[in-house]
């Protein structure tokens, strides 16, 4: 079946624009999650939903950063202003619900600001 | 706050060498343990995990992991490595209190043919 997918797989953009990167779950999942990988890091948590609930923030590194998801399925995270240091690989993921991990990753989404 | 600690960023091995990487974790209760793999141009994939019950645990490819509550573990182990091992792996936490899965800084795997 299909797993997890994300677009763009690479996105160039000049600093100071913004940038939307979709993700499509896998069919049934209710968790969703985004993380964000840079050079010699981990991966960093940004935002996580669950069903109908309100999504954990927590990660979010500044209001520029913004995420939804649409139905309980697509999630667009939302990218405003872009700034050199947001340049990382944007991974999304999925699970069948919360409690029942392991995450499902799709490609990621290499974003390099000029 | 939740964190997970890969002391070793990069291992070089040749083949048929042994294979063990560090993963510590600081959250003292409940905690669901993972080490995931992601192979050069690929995307992340589970590698093994551990939820419960026997603390060793086995996954695909040969690996296996030992769970050492005391110690706040959860080595990742190989008897032999092969070229095709050559990738990077993490450790991941989820804790029911943190609400999240907290990634290591990861380790780069590379094995000399």
């Known amino acids: 079946g299909a797993g997890v997918s994300q677009s763009p797989s690479n996105k160039v953009t000049e600093k100071g624009k913004d940038v939307e990167l979709r993700c499509d779950p896998i069919?049934?999942?209710?968790?969703l999650y985004w993380y964000r990988q840079s050079l010699g890091q981990g991966l960093e948590f940004l935002i996580y939903?669950?069903?109908?609930?309100?999504?954990?923030k927590s990660g979010l590194p500044s209001d520029r950063f913004s995420a939804e998801r649409t139905g309980g399925s697509v999630s667009t995270l939302t990218i405003q202003r872009t700034q050199q240091e947001d340049s990382a690989v944007y991974l999304c993921?999925?699970?069948?619900?919360?409690?029942?991990?392991?995450?499902?990753f799709g490609n990621g989404t290499r974003l390099t600001v000029t | 706050a939740q964190s997970v600690s890969q002391h070793n960023h990069h291992v070089i091995l040749s083949e048929a060498a042994s294979l063990e990487l560090g993963c510590n974790y600081s959250?003292?209760?409940?905690?669901?343990l993972f080490w995931y793999v992601q192979y050069p141009g690929q995307h992340l994939q589970l590698l093994l995990k551990?939820?419960?019950?026997?603390?060793l645990v086995k996954g695909i490819k040969g690996f296996e992991a030992e769970f050492i509550k005391s110690k706040f573990s959860f080595n990742l182990r190989k008897p032999s490595v092969q070229w095709s091992d050559t990738a990077e792996y993490f450790c991941?936490?989820?804790?029911?209190?943190?609400?999240?899965?907290?990634f290591g800084s990861g380790t780069q795997l590379t094995v000399l043919p």
């Open positions: 939903f669950q069903g109908n609930s309100a999504p954990d």
């Open positions: 991941a936490v989820f804790s029911g209190s943190a609400r999240q899965l907290t």
């Open positions: 069919s049934g999942h209710t968790a």
């Open positions: 959250y003292g209760g409940t905690v669901n």
């Open positions: 551990y939820f419960s019950g026997d603390p």
């Open positions: 993921a999925s699970s069948y619900d919360r409690g029942n991990l392991p995450l499902h």
